[in-house]
């Protein structure tokens, strides 16, 4: 299967073993993996093993265009806010990772981030 834009552009971007900081709290975590089904992270202290499917980050690449300025909305709750960015990210992973995800976006130079209250916009490429 041909990778979509995002995967491509993370591919680019972001190398297995990278060390990346969240925008809001600073906590840093490990890109662990760049398989061909999954963006491998390892999160917080006991670096939790965490697959985000590439699925999952092609459907905030086409959710986020055009919108402007969207609520991340991260919860350490299984259920999410809909029309945020952790509410995309629930449908496929039910766990809080919509932080971690924005900085590896960020990095791929996708979105732009503002922190007061945590938001994103889509740039592309």
């Known amino acids: 299967m041909t990778p979509g834009p995002v995967e491509q552009a993370i591919r680019r971007s972001v190398t297995s073993g990278a060390r990346l900081t969240t925008p809001s709290d600073h906590a840093q975590f ?3 993996e760049i398989s061909e089904q999954y963006l491998v992270l390892l999160l ?3 670096q939790a093993r965490t697959p985000i499917p590439w699925a999952a980050l092609e459907e905030l ?3 986020l265009p055009g ?3 969207e609520t991340v909305g991260q919860t350490y709750r299984t259920s999410a806010e809909e029309g945020t960015v952790d509410g995309i990210l629930k449908k496929h992973v039910r766990r809080a990772t919509a932080n971690w995800v924005v900085a590896v976006l960020a990095e791929a130079r996708l979105i732009d981030v503002d922190i007061r209250p945590l938001r994103v916009r889509w740039r592309g490429r």
């Open 30 to 32: 490990i890109v662990a």
């Open 67 to 69: 919108r402007g300025w």
């Open 44 to 46: 917080g202290p006991k």
């Open 61 to 63: 690449g086409a959710w």
